[in-house]
């Protein structure tokens, strides 16, 4: 029994000192973590510091009116812009912990438009954004990091007046 119970314990020493080795040590699986925030000089996000935020820009139009803090108009002679800046934050957990197996270190952010919008210009980061297929933000923004966007809506003059309204899904992944 004593000897059953040496090798026994001389085995888990090996398992614990190569975690490769253990049963217990997977793959890394990272959780991500994605979080929207208000940016500071920005437009007050419903739902800020959550993964759904929204954007309420109000009544707004071409000429006069007001524009909501942080958010910024422009007009050409065919349409008209309003922007603003929010905030992507992104983390990620190993869950395979206490293994020390070296974990991804950046994630890929990518946008695009729930719903075909034929009339208007959606963008974000200066990337015109379709239902069709994701535009990539970023290939390699490094965890915890702060990173501030510009989302920018495009309306032609010839746009009927009425709620303009649609989701932009973004959506991050490990490298």
Known sequence: ?????KWATLAGLVFWLLPGASGQC???????????QSDASGLALGGSGTNSASMSF??????????????????????????TPFDVKVT???????CNLAISTSYVLTAQLQSADAT??????????TNVSPSILTSSASYGQVTAYIFALTVPF??????????????????
């Open 92 to 98: 990620c957990t190993n869950l395979t912990l206490p």
């Open 58 to 83: 109000g009544s707004m139009q071409a000429f006069g009116g007001t524009v909501p803090s942080g958010v910024t108009k422009t007009t050409t002679g065919s349409s008209w812009t309003i922007s």
């Open 158 to 175: 010839t746009e009927s007046p009425g709620t303009i309204s649609n989701h932009v899904n973004l959506v991050a992944i490990a490298n």
């Open 1 to 5: 029994m004593l000897r059953t119970t």
């Open 26 to 36: 997977l793959p890394v699986v990272c959780s991500l973590s994605f979080t929207l």
């Open 120 to 129: 208007n210009t959606w963008k974000v980061g200066g990337l015109t954004l």
